[in-house]
């Protein structure tokens, strides 16, 4: 019998491999290895799809969190508010601009940020908040956007698994001061190695990041300017998340009627299930289970089907995370023990949904009888 993996991102590159190539084969024949036309024109692209002034590719989706918020001038002395449940970048890339973390608890329902929680947590030091749209699923961003803009504070909208993910006609990133992205190659889009980027409405958060991202120069007189690492988006990521970016809707589509059918088919058997808005592009499908690492072994040993656990524990009970001084987060918590994502790549579970849901089933069903 043939395992299921989790998620398999070469499928995705084997589906579009003629246009990766000619893409590639157009680097590989140019000049410009570095910021050259390859990331003017993702650059470019990305921002109209998304519907925003500037989008600037840098190395990974971390930089572009710490990228963005250092452009909003958010550093040492600040208090920066995120959630728990989300991939370690997110939290390290606010240490990283020197500020101070502040996780607050997440909404059941939606798994993101919780409004009623970032009020209560604001101080006179709060300068930033850093929603993550998890799993594909828009945080509630317009109340969030509302809360920040009355207190004056700055807003990053992490979008590492929401590329393409919209609220009404509007795409994610594009609601915030900043939006960042991440293009690990498991992402919705992603790319054969590293990649991110940062967009924004304003030109000069946009000038601040592109020479964040190379030596803190400006890119008139190549005369460095602030204090600046190198995190460039390069030639080859580029390229490839171009050709990738035409197919984005299409796989996301793909993703949406994948959960349709899960939801139907794992009817009935007291699975926490995502929320059902139509704006989310199913980075992740995670369902909440009881004996989360009995089915996981389960799934695996007795039908080769592969899950994967998103994410525990939480980051507060990460020793890099101590420093956010927090110790209960009864959401995050209950999440973080029964979150267990099936396979959703649409290459990997296209061809797979009945046999998994079916899998899903039985051992569900076996986990109650023990
Ligand atoms: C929500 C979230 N934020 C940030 C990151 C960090 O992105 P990268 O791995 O590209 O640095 C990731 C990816 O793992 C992510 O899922």
Known sequence: MMGVPQAAPARRIGRFRAEIDAALDRVVGGDRYILGPAVEAFEAEFAAYLGVAHCIGVGTGTDAVTLALRALEVGPGDEVITVSLTAAGTAQAILLCGAELRFVDVDRITRCMDPNAVEAAITPRTAAIVPVHLFGQPADILRLVSIADRHGLAVVEDCAQAHGAVIG????????HAGAFSFYPTKNLGGIGDGGAVVCRDAATAARVRSLRCY????????????????????????????????????????????????????????GMPPDGPGSVYHQFAVACDSREA?????????????????????????????????????TEALAESLLSLPIQPEVAGPNLARIAEAVRTEVGRCKRS
């Open 216 to 271: 803190g120069w400006d890119d008139e007189t190549r005369i460095s300017r602030r204090l600046a690492g190198n995190s460039r988006l390069d030639e080859v990521q580029a390229a490839i998340l171009s050709a990738l970016l035409v197919h984005l809707d299409e796989g996301n589509d793909e993703r949406r009627a994948l959960a349709a059918e899960y939801r139907r088919r794992l009817h009935g058997l007291g699975l």
């Open 169 to 176: 006609a509007r795409k994610v990133g594009s609601f915030g």
């Open 295 to 331: 089915l996981r072994r389960n799934l695996w040993d007795h039908a080769g089907i592969g899950t994967a656990v998103h994410y525990f524990p939480a980051l507060h009970r990460q020793p890099a995370f101590h420093v956010a001084g927090v110790s209960r987060l009864p959401n």
